[in-house]
């Protein structure tokens, strides 16, 4: 199985600020990468597929990046409604593997 | 646009059959637009991908759980469903149905709610 490792585990950040997450796959995945925001009690939602393409009617301010085994999910300014849990995922192979989450809190 | 709702019972005895439906709207199973997925998160957790299926029948399951998987489709009802036998504690968690879209990287771009599945005598 590919393993999805993100970092970080969580952080602390503010309305406004430029927040980056990562994430590595444990061998080349090439752009099979998909990112997932998910709130409290609610199902994750698709932000970005194919590693850097916006779903339909998510905000600009999120864009994604790289290929191989490093990734990187940029939200350029944060807004209270991005509060939330991120996950990776790839589908270069089965099973489809996730990473273990982003967790962004209010400083 | 596609909806998806899960239904089943909350609370299964260790050892029994887990039986979860999702019931498809705003689109047919039959449609070959998409695999038809299962997820699950147990509590305070990450994304587990259990398995899917696409209209013709043919399915992909996580080997992890392979051996007590079944998904199936009923294009009568517009539904598909999962089953997963032998349940232990460990499957205790919220169930969630999605769409897998090919033309999106395989994403699951459409999920249900999700059900919470407790296993518990």
């Known amino acids: 199985d590919i393993q999805m490792t993100q970092s970080p585990s969580s952080l602390s950040a503010s309305v406004r600020d430029r927040v980056t997450i990562t994430c590595r796959a444990s061998?080349?995945?090439?752009?099979?990468l998909n990112w997932y925001q998910q709130k409290p009690g609610k199902a994750p939602k698709l932000l970005i597929y194919a590693a850097s393409t916006l779903q339909r009617g998510v905000p600009s301010r999120f864009s994604g990046s790289g290929s191989g085994t490093d990734f990187t999910l940029t939200i350029s300014s944060l807004q209270p409604e991005d509060f939330a849990t991120y996950y990776c995922q790839q589908t270069y192979s089965s099973p489809r593997t996730f990473g273990q989450g982003t967790k962004v809190e209010i400083k | 646009q596609v909806q998806l709702q899960e239904s089943g019972p909350g609370l299964v005895k260790p050892s029994e059959t887990l039986s979860l439906t999702c019931t498809v709207s705003g689109g047919s199973v039959s449609s070959g637009s998409y695999y038809w997925s299962w997820i699950r998160q147990p509590p305070g957790k990450g994304l587990d991908w259990i398995g899917y299926?696409?209209?013709?029948?043919?399915?992909n399951y996580n080997p992890s759980l392979k051996s007590r998987v079944t998904i199936s489709v009923d294009t009568s009802k517009n539904q598909f469903s999962l089953k997963l036998n032998s349940v232990t504690a460990a499957d205790t968690a919220v169930y969630y149905c999605a769409t897998l879209d090919p033309s999106s990287s395989d994403a699951f771009d459409i999920w249900g709610q999700g059900t919470m599945v407790t296993v518990s005598s």
């Open positions: 299926i696409y209209y013709s029948g043919s399915t």
């Open positions: 061998q080349s995945i090439a752009n099979y």
